[in-house]
């Protein structure tokens, strides 16, 4: 399977909280990330984990850890249509990142 | 401060053309990253350095591609001759040392070969 692995695609509606979900297989990594990407942007960083903590919380966001599953999820509370974009999940690698496919969050109001 | 750069934004050529693109990352940022995103797919490492050192090399396709970082701040990444399956988003990225790896991404350069 793949090192990262991400669901392609939520839908959800505006005020409702989205829950994107991630896998991975090395747990060697001390970091773990959330990227969003806008129509031809770059990627944003939006927060990211270290490998020592099971919750990161930061504004509208939440990052629960599930190191023995190997399991991270990332929270948008209230999510706005603003929020609809790609989201990566990356964990790294040495000093590089190893990115999943990435889930694409459809937000109607 | 100011974000990476990147230039150009867009670019279409023939395969087996030459191509070239250009990176400017965050002032003081001593890590530089190239990596290729494919459409419907995650970014994917090509090379990486540390000031004008080659880190890692290990994913690019040394017959075609080719990068540098000469005096340690903006970076080139070339192709030649290109192949249909170049046809991506070449994203620049830089992270300062010792600050929990965190990457700033440019907007990349998409390359459409024909």
């Known amino acids: ?109 | 401060e100011a974000g990476v750069a990147q230039s150009p934004r867009y670019k279409i050529i023939e395969k087996r053309q030459s191509v070239a693109f250009w990176c400017n990352p965050i002032s003081g940022h001593a890590t530089l990253y190239w990596y290729q995103q494919i459409l419907g797919q995650g970014p994917k490492l090509l090379i990486q350095f540390q000031n004008n050192g080659v880190v890692d090399d290990s994913q690019l396709p040394k017959d075609r591609f080719s990068a540098e970082r000469l005096k340690g701040v903006d970076s080139t990444l070339k192709i030649q001759p290109a192949k249909l399956e170049d046809s991506a988003v070449y994203l620049c990225a830089s992270s300062p040392v010792g600050q929990g790896y965190e990457q700033y991404f440019g907007p990349g350069t998409r390359l459409t070969v024909t």
């Open chain 1, 1 to 109: 399977g793949e090192d990262v692995e991400q669901s392609l695609f939520l839908s959800v509606r505006e005020g409702d909280s989205s829950v994107i979900n991630c896998t991975y297989t090395d747990s060697s990594s001390t970091y773990l990330y959330w990227y969003k990407q806008e129509p031809g942007a770059g990627l944003q960083l939006l927060t990211y984990i270290f490998s020592n903590m099971d919750m990161k919380q930061d504004q509208r966001l939440t990052v629960l850890l599930n190191k023995k599953d190997k399991h991270l999820s990332l929270r948008i509370a209230d999510t706005q249509t603003g929020d609809s974009a790609i989201y990566f999940c990356a964990r790294q690698s040495g000093t590089a990142l190893i990115f999943g496919k990435g889930t694409t969050l459809s937000v109607s109001s």
